[in-house]
T-cell receptor, first 116, second 111 residues
Framework: DAGVIQSPRHEVTEMGQEVTLRCKPI?????LFWYRQTMMRGLELLIY????????DSGMPEDRFSAKMPNASFSTLKIQPSEPRDSAVYFCASSLGSSQTTDTQYFGPGTRLTVL | TQLLEQSPQFLSIQEGENLTVYCNSSSVFSSLQWYRQEPGEGPVLLVTVVTGGEVKKLKRLTFQFGDARKDSSLHITAAQPGDTGLYLC???????????FGKGTTLSVSS
């Protein structure tokens, strides 16, 4: 299994531009999570999906952020317009179920976003 | 205020030394996990503890969940350069809620 795949691995953009991050979860996993990691705040959950349906988006920082999961094998996280404070590493993770006790989350390698 | 406080933030030691890192909270967690993250990669789950006082061992790593389920520790015996990385603890306050991560302890083991 290839694991969780994220693209691009690095993204450098200018303030005001639209940014789209992509994720392919592990086949057969019903849950998909988007996280953001910064030195200041650590790893934070942004949103997660169950069977392609958004379940909890309370971690999405503001309306500039949106996430979609059009099918079981693909999800996007979009930032429009981007701002320098959005610079971070964005991780996608997937799991078979939602139990944090029994269902391991498998993380992708992350996308390092730099907004100038 | 961070719900899960990890200490120390940074730790630099020589190969062969022992070390302990801590994860503390004022909240009770139904379960707690430890992850290791290497540069340029995502976190990888090491262990999950669910019972107060539980101790789990993974080769040279020993994980303990506090009796009151508010804290946890990770002890590494005879550290090796391959142990270098960011160690994250993460907890679930109650079933069905999101996993909450600490900021991590960055460990550097030199040979």
């Amino acid at each position: 299994d290839a694991g969780v795949i994220q693209s691009p691995r690095h993204e450098v953009t200018e303030m005001g531009q639209e940014v789209t991050l992509r994720c392919k979860p592990i086949s057969g996993h019903d849950y998909l999570f988007w996280y953001r990691q910064t030195m200041m705040r650590g790893l934070e959950l942004l949103i997660y999906f169950n069977n392609n349906v958004p379940i909890d988006d309370s971690g999405m920082p503001e309306d500039r952020f949106s996430a979609k999961m059009p099918n079981a094998s693909f999800s996007t996280l979009k930032i429009q317009p981007s701002e320098p404070r959005d610079s971070a590493v964005y991780f996608c993770a997937s799991s078979l179920g939602s139990s944090q006790t029994t269902d391991t989350q498998y993380f992708g390698p992350g996308t390092r976003l730099t907004v100038l | 205020t961070q719900l899960l406080e990890q200490s120390p933030q940074f730790l630099s030691i020589q190969e062969g030394e022992n070390l302990t890192v801590y994860c503390n909270s004022s909240s009770v967690f139904s379960s707690l996990q430890w992850y290791r993250q290497e540069p340029g990669e995502g976190p990888v789950l090491l262990v999950t503890v669910v019972t107060g006082g539980e101790v789990k061992k993974l080769k040279r790593l020993t994980f303990q969940f506090g009796d009151a389920r508010k804290d946890s520790s990770l002890h590494i015996t005879a550290a090796q350069p391959g142990d270098t990385g960011l160690y994250l603890c993460a907890g679930v306050e109650q079933a069905g809620t999101a996993l909450i991560f600490g900021k991590g302890t960055t460990l550097s083991v030199s040979s």
